[in-house]
């Protein structure tokens, strides 16, 4: 549509182009009169209220109780601080904003919004106002995450450090250890200085999920033959926890495209959590299945289980999860998240099943190419 066609359309029927407009904003609006009555709501104010246009239009837009303060209390028109400063004579020219709960039917659930006025001022007089109203579930959400997963770096990093620091401390008091003592002692110092890599590295993969960085030079490879080397050095840590790590390479060995770097950190990300959360004693067990140009490989232990209203949130950056879940997860929760951003990259897919009879699995399925 040109410009000559806008400015026939608004002098022709304003209205229609005004409301066509409106529909088609993603957030809630409502359009009140100087009176607080409700001219006119876009579809998403239906969806989100679950009334009709018809059923709003001429009703003050607080009759309905939709809304709630952060403290449960009704949030009533009195309340509403457009109303209130144009009460008091005031000009306002700016959109006001505030965090507002709303409840429907009454429910337990509440939604957060984030609710703002915009004044209609027409020659200079208050006649109306826009009201929008968006959810921001999953801003909080998030928020919460990164509360949950700041709190506890904060612990997971000091854990170690003050180990370390306890280490050097008796090395420097107690001068006549024992050199069998020693040892003990500065193989836990060595232990704690891993585990403060470990977050490090993690911190590493934060920044390449949170960075638009190119992506890596692709090759074409054996997948089987690729995993293979990479249980070849896990099993050093297997043998530590007296694991052994059982690969069922099925009847192909198939070619992937793929970023070796990227994809190696991925497998030894899901083995090693499998050895960390596997019963000492009890095999890891991997196996590799072709089907329909396309590999996936299962990555098996029979620890402890990770909740059903979790498993899809594994994979989220920041995501902590309950005690439970964290028994199956290794570090600070990046882990997964980078395996499943990589997998991504490479047109595949990476999901988890856990449950009494078999333990918990992970899954990851990649395209194959031909080998030519």
């Known amino acids: 549509m040109n410009n000559n066609s806008i400015d026939l359309l608004l002098k022709s029927n304003p209205r229609l182009l005004f409301e066509s407009v409106i529909r088609g904003i993603q957030d809630a609006l409502i359009v009140t009169d100087k009176d607080d009555r409700i001219l006119f709501a876009n579809y998403a104010a239906t969806a989100l209220f679950g009334i009709t246009v018809n059923d709003m239009q001429n009703h003050k837009c607080y009759e309905f109780r939709w809304l709630s303060n952060n403290d449960g209390t009704e949030f009533c028109k009195e309340q509403c601080q457009l109303s209130c400063k144009v009460k008091q004579g005031a000009s306002i020219s700016c959109p006001l904003s505030r965090e507002l709960y709303f409840a429907p039917d009454h429910a337990n659930t509440r939604i957060p919004l984030l609710h703002s006025i915009y004044p209609l001022y027409i020659d200079g007089k208050f006649e109306g106002s826009i009201k929008l109203f968006r959810d921001i579930s999953a801003q909080k959400e998030a928020d919460q995450q990164k509360e949950r997963f700041r709190q506890m770096l904060v612990h997971d990093i000091r854990n170690p450090i003050t180990v370390i620091s306890g280490v050097l401390s008796t090395l420097k008091t107690e001068k006549k250890l024992k050199l069998k003592d020693k040892t003990k002692i500065i193989a836990l110092g060595i232990g704690a200085s891993d585990n403060v890599i470990d977050l490090a590295n993690e911190f590493l993969e934060l920044s390449k999920l949170t960075s638009a960085t190119p992506q890596g030079e692709y090759k074409k490879v054996k997948l ?47 083995i090693d959590n499998a050895l ?97």
């Open 276 to 372: 960390k959360h596997g019963p000492a004693g009890e095999d890891v067990n991997i196996k590799s299945r072709y089907e329909d140009k396309h590999i996936t490989i299962a990555v098996n232990n029979t620890g402890s289980l990770i909740p059903a209203n979790e498993i899809k949130k594994i994979f989220e950056p920041f995501y902590v999860g309950s005690k439970e879940a964290r028994m199956n997860i290794s570090g600070i929760g990046l882990g997964l998240a980078f395996a499943s951003m990589v997998v991504t990259q490479h047109n595949g897919k990476i999901w988890a099943e856990s449950n009494l009879n078999s333990g918990t699995t992970f899954y990851i399925q990649l395209p194959t190419i031909k080998s030519e």
């Open 224 to 270: 089987n033959t690729f995993i293979k080397q990479i249980i070849s050095a896990q099993n050093i840590i297997a043998k530590n926890k007296r694991i052994k790590i059982k690969f069922s390479p099925g009847n192909t060995n198939p070619f992937i495209n793929t970023d070796p770097g990227k994809l190696a950190r991925v497998f030894q990300n899901v």
